[in-house]
């Protein structure tokens, strides 16, 4: 049997993730089980984390397992990822003995690593998690580096738990103002996983250059055509908003300026006006609100938005902990 992976959403099947949300479901009504005993995982933090930490260290404890966090060039030594390079710089190890020898220790291997931010052409490749991927005798899960499969999960299951059937649901991944330019990894999961829920999805962002990656767009036209759902770029905020049912709110950089930030600021900080507030909601049909977070209050949301009984970010949030309890379950049962 082939070695599985969960890398990204897209290398699952749609049958496979309803699969992970049913079993998720079962771990929030009983948080306690078996499904680890004896087992073990490595995380590998090359960025910080305080709901990816937390949750995967106390769901592999909740099912019986042991986690083991490492970060990267802090308490463990700097890696290198390149082929063929001479080591003679900061990095101490190659990921050829690093991920081979943590196969040895543990059953599982997590890794968490951002985008450089200097070279889109470079960062789209995802070299670490894809370097874990090919050297790891053991299944890796993404924690997060140009995609979050795991948040997607959280995402899809707090919105069955207050929609129940998502196809053809209106849904609105919009873009938010943020101080500094952030990685589009959120957004192009939500994307991912509304269009593969069958979702009518629409993509809201200030101008063209915000739209995201064509890998992410092509492969979630794809799922919308195999699932019943749509999707459409605007950048007209009434529109968008109105008589939907789900707004997700995230910041992200617009690719054309990557590395070149400061290009891009003067467009971004022309649109502070994107945040998510009462009026814009009361535009939607009776819609509800999420977030990853962590989430700049009156910056990205209001208040009164982050406060409303239909703001779901902390259900979507606590949904991490079983998710992944289901995603590290399946993975060691199939390994």
Known sequence: MSLRHFLSTQDWSREELDDLLVQAAAFKRERLGHALRGKSIALLFFNNSMRTRTSFELGAQQLGGLAIVLSPGRDAWPIEFD???????????????VARVLSRY?????VRAFPKFQDWNLDRQDR??????????????????ITHPCQELAHAMAMRERLGELRGRKYVLTWTY??????????NSALLIATRMGMD????????????????????????????????????????????????????????YFGRWEQEKPIRDAHRHFIVDEAKMALTDHGLFSHC???RRNVKATDAVMDAPYCMAI????????????????LVAQH
């Open 178 to 187: 943020h101080p500094r330019a952030l990685n589009t990894a959120v957004a």
């Open 293 to 295: 977070l962590p989430l």
């Open 106 to 110: 543990v059953d599982l291997i997590g």
């Open 128 to 145: 670490v998690l894809q370097g874990f991927a090919r050297y790891a005798g053991v299944p890796v899960i993404n924690l997060e580096t």
């Open 83 to 97: 082929i063929g390079t001479v080591m003679d710089g900061e990095a101490e190890e190659h990921i050829a003995e």
């Open 201 to 256: 999805v629409t993509l809201l962002c200030p101008t063209p250059e915000y739209v995201l990656d064509p890998r992410y767009m092509d492969a979630a036209r794809q799922n919308a055509t195999e699932n019943g759902g749509a999707l459409q770029v605007s950048h007209d905020i009434e529109s968008a908003y109105r008589g939907a049912q789900v707004v997700y709110a995230k910041s992200w950089g617009a690719l054309p």
């Open 315 to 330: 259900d979507e949030a606590e949904n991490r902990l079983h998710v992944q309890k289901a995603v590290m379950a399946t």
